[in-house]
């Protein structure tokens, strides 16, 4: 399973091997217990990649070019949030195994290279 967290500076992606329904099950126990609502809901999430990644994607996922140098891949899944308004929270999808580490590893590339280089 993918988990796209979505927050106020970008996204985060994390390959998770707990199989979706669990892990959903967990995240509503939770927030039960610590007396919280939680949304949920089936939406479909894009992964913003570069454009050159297009040729090494799986024919048959869904993906639209932006502009010149990004595409987005859409992604249906579950969006758990802290209520049906915001625009901060999580998707959870699950894809092939080998889809999920190829587009967890194509946004890693991307991640490190927009990443300023650490002082030295």
């Known amino acids: 399973m993918l988990k796209l967290i979505y927050g ?15 892990w959903l099950h967990q995240q509503h126990q939770l927030a039960a217990c610590v007396g919280e609502t939680l949304w949920q809901e089936i939406a479909i999430g894009t992964l913003l990649l570069p454009l050159d ?4 994607l799986p024919a048959d996922l869904d ?15 579950f969006w758990l949030a802290a209520n049906s308004e915001v625009d901060t929270g999580t998707l959870v999808t699950q894809q092939e ?24």
């Open 53 to 56: 990644c297009a040729s090494q």
């Open 8 to 22: 106020e500076t970008g996204v985060y992606v994390e390959r998770v091997t707990q199989s979706q329904e669990d």
């Open 63 to 77: 993906w639209i070019p932006c502009d010149e140098e990004w595409l987005e891949v859409e992604l249906t899944g």
């Open 97 to 120: 195994p080998s889809v999920e580490a190829l587009l967890l590893r194509l946004w890693q590339e991307q991640e490190r290279i927009r990443q300023p280089p650490e002082p030295v």
